[in-house]
């Protein structure tokens, strides 16, 4: 079997950062056919209320056609030490594909232009965003991600690389209550990163606390730098008849998609754009697009806080392919109290004046909750999600229909590995 040259791209999203390059290390194991690998990326240092958002290309990443396995991250010292989230929140980590046009080493070409990249994203379903293989948070400690036998995530196949081409991988990181949330206020931003002036009504999200942004801090307050690094762990096994791949499916709560009446065109209008101002307390207010993923849930009106006030979102959606379900987790942030992915049944009813057909809830696919912290330590910081639980339905025991509908709940993102039933295979691989 022929191997193509391949590379990663890590994205690390951290609010507090200031970029400077250092290689990475690796370090090696294997057990049975599954190996391990941990990696650092390139050094970024920190200063209070700094932000740091920037795409790593071409990241150390295992080469050839293989069956991802599994792959987690997280914010260390240069020690090495895991770095608590109170002292750096680390908002998100993206893991994506692409595809760099070869250049001859003897060619004196300059720079790489956008046709030299081609992304390749994960099987759907937002048009315009969530492309990515792998993508945390502060839960990153806590959350299981490894396939399980006899699955893998397949990439590094020759035959789907373009002539000319060589596949790699890019990062990106970001991290930032206050200064986490990105208040628009305690950044004194009042342009987007592109420079398009902000609207009155946006208060908070990530067109306010872009790359180099800095967040305000108490007058007079001084405060060293800090050098980190991402530190990621990459399981992942030689790619051959024993393993059956599986399809990535990320689900986003702002997404406006709607389905037409007859239409089986389920590729087409999954704009995940994001929702800002959904509620406050119990009253529902307008909802208006943010081309972001992220939306603002209000405060609680006074009195109702007291009692306790929640913010319940769910978004009907069709998947464009059916299959097995092997792997559930969401994604939420600090607040968040839980997310589900459901099948929604239609039901015929019939009376003496007319017929209809409805659409009721129906099985609980995946139920992802969060855990909280309780401590001072890195995985167990109180008031941070730490964790988020993860579903492992057995083997061919859920399976999902093209076309039917779904919904997640709460806020947020919800990520799913799919295989497609028909497929089986000839051998068992051992982790």
Request: charge should be neutral.
């Amino acid at each position: 079997m022929s191997h193509g040259p391949q590379g990663w791209l890590l994205s690390l999203a951290i609010l507090s950062l200031a970029l400077s390059a250092q290689s990475s290390q690796a370090h090696l194991s294997h057990e049975n056919h599954v190996k391990t690998a941990i990696f650092l990326s390139p050094k970024f240092v920190l200063r209070p209320g700094s932000v740091v958002n920037k795409l790593y290309y071409d990241i150390d990443f295992p080469q050839g056609h293989i069956a991802i396995k599994g792959f987690n991250a997280e914010v260390v010292d240069e020690a090495g030490n895991p770095v608590p989230l109170h002292e750096t929140y680390l908002h998100h980590w993206v893991l994506e594909r692409y595809y760099q046009r070869e250049i001859p080493k003897d060619s004196n070409y300059s720079g790489f232009q956008q046709s030299d990249v081609i992304l390749v994203r994960n099987s759907g379903i937002c048009d315009r965003a969530l492309f990515q293989y792998y993508g945390l948070g502060s839960e990153t400690q806590k959350t299981d991600t490894h396939v399980p036998d006899p699955y893998g995530i397949e990439v590094g196949d020759p035959a789907e690389i373009p002539a000319g081409f060589e596949e790699k991988w890019r990062l990106n990181i970001q991290d930032r209550l206050g200064c986490t949330e990105c208040r628009c206020d305690l950044y004194n931003v009042t342009n987007d990163e592109q420079g398009r002036p902000l609207t009155p009504d946006y208060i908070g999200g990530l067109r306010c606390c872009y790359d180099e942004t800095q967040c305000r801090v108490r007058k007079g307050f001084v405060s060293a730098k800090r050098s980190l690094y991402m530190r990621y762990t990459v399981k992942w096994a030689a790619w051959d008849s024993c393993i059956v791949p599986v399809k990535i499916y990320i689900f986003d709560v702002t997404d406006t998609w709607k389905r037409s009446d007859g239409s089986r065109n389920l590729s087409m209008g999954h704009n995940c754009l994001g929702l800002k101002n959904v509620r406050k307390g119990y009253a529902k207010k307008k909802v208006v697009a943010t081309d972001l993923v992220e939306y603002v849930v209000e405060a609680c009106d006074t009195g109702v806080a007291s009692k306790g006030c929640f913010d319940t979102k769910r978004v009907n959606l069709s998947l464009p392919t059916g299959g097995d379900v092997v792997y559930g987790v969401a994604h939420q942030h600090t607040g968040g109290i839980g997310s589900a992915f459901m099948e929604r049944y239609p039901v015929s009813l019939r009376s003496l004046i007319r017929s209809e057909t409805i659409i009721v809830d129906g099985r609980v696919i995946c139920s992802s909750i969060p855990t909280y912290g309780k401590g001072n330590k890195a995985g167990n910081e109180a008031g941070y999600i730490v964790g988020m639980s993860t579903c492992y339905p057995r083997p061919g025991s859920v399976k999902i229909s093209d076309g039917a509908q779904r919904h997640t709940g709460v806020m947020g993102l919800f990520y799913i590995l799919v295989a497609e039933s028909s497929q089986k295979p000839s051998c068992m691989l051992q982790e």
